[in-house]
């Protein structure tokens, strides 16, 4: 069988961040909620000229460093923060990446799971035609109202990975379990900016579907929950890994599974926030970064959850030499040279809307990456590729339409 599975992988974060403490004294909180509580220290924002396209963008070109673009027969794009009803945000990335017109690019949706959907079909599609390759984003906004419980579980970020049967960092086993069932426990109406969320509830059911779609997995590929050497999960917020880790433990008759299974993959989510469709492959970079052991021959076992909703349990093999296909340092250095913003600019940044009558709109310059939302024009989305980190130290403003 063709050995189908991750050849590189590419992050991109927004250059500004709020630090929980200062959130929790502005509403009020103490800060040890959020911070042990929920298990989060700062949350990823993005400045208004940036939306899931510029950070997809800047994701994929990571990811396509070294990798022959005309191999790309497709472009998946996740996301549930999407710009367009119709336009997927895959064409844009596709036009800024100047990618090859034999390219497919659509959007797929199905809550924080529709990145793994994209992966499962990946896999299929290559194995199939080994000679051919495909690039996923997974890219989102995780928002929900200010001043309610959602708020300190919101983040963003973008990753990209590059999907062959020429593997360099992970290499994908065949076997998948999945869960869905029709639940209200988070979702966003059309004329809603903001996510709903029956957050206990929401929590319930992850982790039944944690429960069913192991469950699956186990059965098909007869491994057990000691055969998985490390483990990473969708990540709301680093807490909720904790609690799935244990409920997985548990149901497997282990009471006290080892941190170090999974302490690295939730190191950038703590400073980055949910990302709902890139979130797990976040902490799945987290833990090939930043773990201190070497990860050679060791199987990850990944869980995947969409609210609504949908899940997926499946696994992979961490592939010898895979450290130098991902980027040790850089993701940290990114987290690093974030500017802090203040509430007042936070707030300023969350209330930001661009114009919805059709008018020429210039969006301000904020620190961004490589792309950016210039504009609108005639209610089209204009973006353009710029020098990384202008106006590093810029103060931050509220934009106001021309
Ligand atoms: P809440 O009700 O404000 O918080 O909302 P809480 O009272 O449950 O407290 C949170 C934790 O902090 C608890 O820990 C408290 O004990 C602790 P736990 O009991 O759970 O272990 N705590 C403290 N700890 C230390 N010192 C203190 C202190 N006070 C309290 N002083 C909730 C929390 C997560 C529900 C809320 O933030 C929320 O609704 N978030 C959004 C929904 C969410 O993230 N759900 C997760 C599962 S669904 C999912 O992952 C899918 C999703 O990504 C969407 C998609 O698929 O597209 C969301």
């Not at 400045?47 to 022959?68: F, H, I, Q």
């Not at 008018?359 to 024009?377: I, K, M, N």
């Amino acid at each position: 069988m063709t050995q189908v599975g991750i050849e590189s992988i590419g992050l991109y974060v927004p250059r500004y961040y709020v630090d929980l403490e200062d959130l929790a004294r502005a509403r009020g909180e103490d800060p040890r909620k959020y911070v042990a509580g929920l298990g989060q220290e700062r949350m990823g924002v993005p400045p208004p000229d940036e939306d899931v396209v510029t950070m997809g963008a800047n994701a994929a070109g990571e990811a396509l460093r070294g990798v022959d673009r005309s191999r790309i027969d497709t472009l998946m794009f996740a996301t549930e923060s999407g710009v367009d009803q119709s336009k997927a945000a895959a064409i844009y990335v596709h036009h800024l990446l100047d990618l090859p017109a034999h390219c497919k690019s659509f959007e797929i949706k199905q809550a924080c799971c529709g990145s793994t959907a994209a992966l499962q079909m990946a896999t299929a599609f290559v194995a199939q035609r080994p000679d051919r390759k495909v690039l996923i984003i997974a890219s989102d906004v995780a928002r929900y109202g200010l001043v309610t419980a959602g708020e300190p579980t919101q983040g963003a970020g973008a990753m990209a990975l590059v999907v062959s049967a020429q593997p360099r960092i992970v290499a994908l086993d065949p076997e998948w379990g999945s869960y869905t069932e029709d639940v209200m426990d988070f979702w966003r109406p059309n004329y809603l900016d903001e996510a709903l969320v029956d957050g206990k509830y929401s929590i319930k059911v992850y982790l039944k579907a944690l429960t069913e779609s192991w469950k699956q997995y186990a059965a098909e590929s007869g491994r057990t929950f000691a055969d998985q050497d490390r483990y990473c999960y969708h990540l709301p917020f680093t807490r909720m890994a904790e609690k799935a880790h244990r409920h997985l433990a548990k149901i497997n008759g282990v009471d006290h599974p080892p941190a170090e299974q999974i302490e690295a993959s939730l190191r950038y989510n703590r400073q980055i926030g949910n990302s709902y469709t890139a979130s797990l492959y976040i902490g799945l970079a987290s833990l090939l970064e930043t773990s201190e052991t070497d990860l050679t021959g060791q199987r990850v076992g990944l869980f995947s959850y969409g609210s609504g909703c949908m899940a997926a349990f499946f696994s992979g093999l961490v592939l010898p030499g895979y450290a130098q296909g991902v980027q040790r340092g850089r993701a940290e250095d990114m987290l690093h040279n974030r500017q802090r913003l203040t509430i007042d600019e936070y707030e300023a940044f969350y209330l930001h809307e661009l114009p919805e009558d059709g008018s020429r709109y210039v969006t301000e310059t904020h620190r961004t990456g490589r792309y950016r939302l210039a504009g609108l024009d005639a209610h089209k989305r204009l973006y353009e590729s710029c020098a990384p980190n202008r106006q590093a130290d810029a103060p931050v403003h509220a934009v106001a339409a021309t």
